[in-house]
Structures are given as structure tokens and as C-alpha cells.
């Protein structure tokens, strides 16, 4: 069943009355990286110019609403350095999805809302870009949390959007406690603030941990994880196994099911049908969900036997091979 985009509809539906041509689209944490990439490299340009010519701002940008509060500013702050003063700012998204309450933050980063259009379910605020979150960088969204596991004390990255805000979480700290640390070679993936392979480089020096995420921003949080303690690991962007080449000892994982406000079994579909062929002869996986989530009958699907290791009735670890 296709999946009506109702934001995107209402944008569609009143683009010619606003008189907004080619907007800079942000509709995803990739997105809103890739302009601001695009804009640090068109400062460097202009840096590096002999006239120091004038650099070129956007003119208008249409961000689609991100997943969460801290998300949200974040975005709107970075958008409004993104567009020329006094261009035009549209946030559009559903209104199961929020955006009713996102009024403020576009106020506190953009400025004044001029216009408010509603429909499909969705609701669009309008407004001339004061740039007042202008100037702001990632850097000053992030934040740093000490976690303690066992003996092992460390520092986690925080960055808005990525899972567990820093903290140590009840799934986590079951799928930790469950695990065992006599591998070698480690893949966690999607891995949010880096905190699984972190501790578990701390708990086995030797070890050679790799983490992955398909968020940017997660990327950001582990790589800051990872300086922070000092540790020695690989970390790059994969969604879910796309970028990833290795066989491993050892899969650890800690996926997402939800995204807006829906419950999304793609991660653990695509997961399933991937996981076995990046196992060593021996490897196994471990994988923690909630109770309630029938992730083995996915992972059999695959080919994989598999167990449950523990289940403490809010959480539970999967062992497959």
C-alpha cells in the first residue's frame, strides 16, 4: 500500500499561490547535511578569494517536519544561516506529526509566521527569515553525558535526534549485560551515540569494533564518542548493511521500530535478509527489542536460527546464527 504524503500535498497544492520557486527541500537529516556542506564549501571558496567575493545565500527553503523538538531547532537554527535575510522559510508536516506545536521554535529561529495554511491533515507556517538561529553549528547542539556501566566510566555525545539522548537505556543495558566480549571482530550497527561499541572496546582492548548508522547525525555523535574516550574504532554512514563489506564475530544491535509516529518493520525486513552473509563460519548476532516485537519470525525467515537469550518482560536479546 502506497503512503500518501499529506505534507507534501498541501505544499504542492499552494506552491504557485506563494510564488516560491525552487526551494531548498530539507526532508531528511541527509539533506539538511548535505547543504550545509555545500554552503561551508562555498565559504571556503570565498575565503580563498583574492576579491573576497560575496557568497550567494539561498533564497528559499521548505523544510518537512523533523522527528522531534530538539531536531526541529536544531534544523530551523542551521536553515536560517542557510537562507538569505528576509527569504522565505516554509515548515510543512502532519499534525499527528507535531507540527502544531512546532509554531515557537520556527518564531525562536526564523522570525514572526506569516502565514498559516491548513489542510490534508497537515499545517504550513510561512515566514520571512530574520536569521535568528543563523550562525549556529552542529557543535553548539552538542552535549555530552557520563555513563557508567560496571567499572566502565565514559563519555557520550548527544546530539538532537539520536536515540537515547546520551543515556544508558534499559534495552542497552540488557543487550550489554547479555553479550559476550570474547570476540574480535565487532559490528554495531546502527548504532546511534556510539555508546555499545565504546563500552565494549573498553571491555575488550583487543578487540576491532566497527559502527555504522544511516544517520548523519548519529555518525556526528558516535565519531564525538569515540575522541571523547579516546578509543580506536571504525565509523561510517550505512543504511543498515548497504556500506558494510566485512564478515564479523559478532553483530550487536539495538534497532529503531518506530518512525514518526508509526510503528517500522523496514529496518529488521532488510536486516534479516542481510545479516547472514556478513557473519563469520561462527559469528552470531545479538539483537535487543522490546517483548512484544516478533523479530524472530523476520530473522527465521532469513535463514538464521534463532533464540532468545533473555527476556525480562519489557525487553528481550535475540541470539542468531
Same mark, same amino acid.
Given at each position: 500500500?502506497?503512503?500518501?504524503?499529506?505534507?507534501?500535498?498541501?505544499?504542492?497544492?499552494?506552491?504557485?499561490?506563494?510564488?516560491?520557486?525552487?526551494?531548498?527541500?530539507?526532508?531528511?537529516?541527509?539533506?539538511?547535511? /548535505?547543504?550545509?556542506?555545500?554552503?561551508?564549501?562555498?565559504? +571556503?571558496?570565498?575565503?580563498?578569494?583574492?576579491?573576497?567575493?560575496?557568497?550567494?545565500?539561498?533564497?528559499?527553503?521548505?523544510?518537512?517536519?523533523?522527528?522531534?523538538?530538539? $531536531?526541529?531547532?536544531?534544523?530551523?537554527? $542551521?536553515?536560517?544561516?542557510?537562507?538569505?535575510?528576509?527569504?522565505?522559510?516554509?515548515?510543512?508536516?502532519?499534525? +499527528?506529526?507535531?507540527?502544531?506545536? !512546532?509554531?515557537?521554535?520556527?518564531?525562536?529561529?526564523?522570525?514572526?509566521? /506569516?502565514?498559516?495554511?491548513?489542510?490534508?491533515?497537515?499545517?504550513?507556517?510561512?515566514?520571512?527569515?530574520?536569521?535568528?538561529?543563523?550562525?549556529?553549528?552542529?557543535?553548539?547542539?552538542?552535549?555530552?553525558?557520563?555513563?557508567?556501566?560496571?567499572?566502565?566510566?565514559?563519555?557520550?555525545?548527544?546530539?538532537?535526534?539520536?536515540?537515547?539522548?546520551?543515556?544508558?537505556?534499559?534495552?542497552?543495558?540488557?543487550?550489554?549485560?547479555?553479550?559476550?566480549?570474547?570476540?574480535?571482530?565487532?559490528?554495531?550497527?546502527?548504532?546511534?551515540?556510539?555508546?555499545?561499541?565504546?563500552?565494549?572496546?573498553?571491555?575488550?582492548?583487543?578487540?576491532?569494533?566497527?559502527?555504522?548508522?544511516?544517520?548523519?547525525? !548519529?555518525?556526528?555523535?558516535?565519531?564525538?564518542?569515540?575522541?571523547?574516550?579516546?578509543? +580506536?574504532?571504525? &565509523?561510517?554512514?550505512?543504511?543498515?548493511?548497504?556500506?558494510?563489506?566485512?564478515?564479523?564475530?559478532?553483530?550487536?544491535?539495538?534497532?529503531?521500530?518506530?518512525?514518526?509516529?508509526?510503528?517500522?518493520?523496514?529496518?529488521?525486513?532488510?536486516?534479516?535478509?542481510?545479516?547472514?552473509?556478513?557473519?563469520?563460519? /561462527?559469528?552470531?548476532?545479538?539483537? &535487543?527489542?522490546?517483548?512484544?516485537?516478533?523479530?524472530?519470525?523476520? $530473522?527465521?525467515?532469513?535463514?538464521?536460527? &534463532?533464540?532468545?537469550?533473555? +527476556?525480562?518482560?519489557?525487553?528481550?536479546?535475540?541470539?542468531?546464527?
Amino acid at each position: 500500500m502506497v503512503v500518501e504524503n499529506l505534507p507534501q500535498k498541501l505544499w504542492e497544492r499552494h506552491r504557485s499561490t506563494l510564488g516560491i520557486e525552487n526551494p531548498l527541500v530539507i526532508d531528511s537529516e541527509q539533506a539538511l547535511f /548535505d547543504a550545509q556542506a555545500r554552503l561551508n564549501l562555498a565559504q +571556503d571558496k570565498r575565503t580563498t578569494n583574492e576579491r573576497g567575493s560575496t557568497l550567494p545565500l539561498i533564497k528559499a527553503a521548505l523544510v518537512y517536519l523533523p522527528k522531534s523538538k530538539p $531536531l526541529i531547532d536544531m534544523t530551523l537554527a $542551521l536553515v536560517s544561516g542557510m537562507v538569505e535575510k528576509d527569504g522565505d522559510i516554509l515548515l510543512v508536516g502532519g499534525n +499527528d506529526a507535531g507540527i502544531r506545536s !512546532a509554531n515557537e521554535l520556527f518564531e525562536k529561529n526564523i522570525g514572526p509566521i /506569516d502565514q498559516k495554511i491548513v489542510g490534508n491533515h497537515s499545517a504550513m507556517y510561512v515566514g520571512k527569515n530574520q536569521a535568528l538561529g543563523a550562525g549556529k553549528t552542529l557543535s553548539d547542539f552538542l552535549s555530552y553525558q557520563s555513563v557508567t556501566y560496571e567499572t566502565i566510566d565514559i563519555e557520550v555525545a548527544n546530539l538532537p535526534g539520536v536515540f537515547s539522548g546520551g543515556k544508558l537505556d534499559a534495552g542497552t543495558r540488557l543487550l550489554l549485560d547479555t553479550i559476550p566480549y570474547d570476540r574480535k571482530k565487532i559490528l554495531d550497527i546502527g548504532c546511534g551515540t556510539g555508546m555499545i561499541g565504546v563500552i565494549y572496546k573498553n571491555k575488550s582492548p583487543e578487540s576491532d569494533v566497527t559502527m555504522c548508522d544511516a544517520s548523519p547525525i !548519529a555518525i556526528e555523535a558516535t565519531k564525538k564518542t569515540v575522541e571523547k574516550n579516546k578509543i +580506536d574504532a571504525k &565509523v561510517f554512514t550505512s543504511d543498515v548493511f548497504s556500506n558494510v563489506t566485512d564478515e564479523y564475530d559478532l553483530i550487536l544491535c539495538n534497532p529503531p521500530f518506530h518512525k514518526g509516529v508509526g510503528t517500522d518493520y523496514s529496518f529488521i525486513e532488510i536486516f534479516a535478509r542481510d545479516a547472514k552473509k556478513h557473519l563469520t563460519k /561462527d559469528g552470531k548476532i545479538y539483537l &535487543v527489542c522490546n517483548s512484544f516485537l516478533a523479530y524472530e519470525k523476520k $530473522l527465521e525467515l532469513s535463514g538464521l536460527s &534463532v533464540s532468545v537469550a533473555i +527476556d525480562n518482560t519489557a525487553f528481550k536479546v535475540l541470539l542468531a546464527h
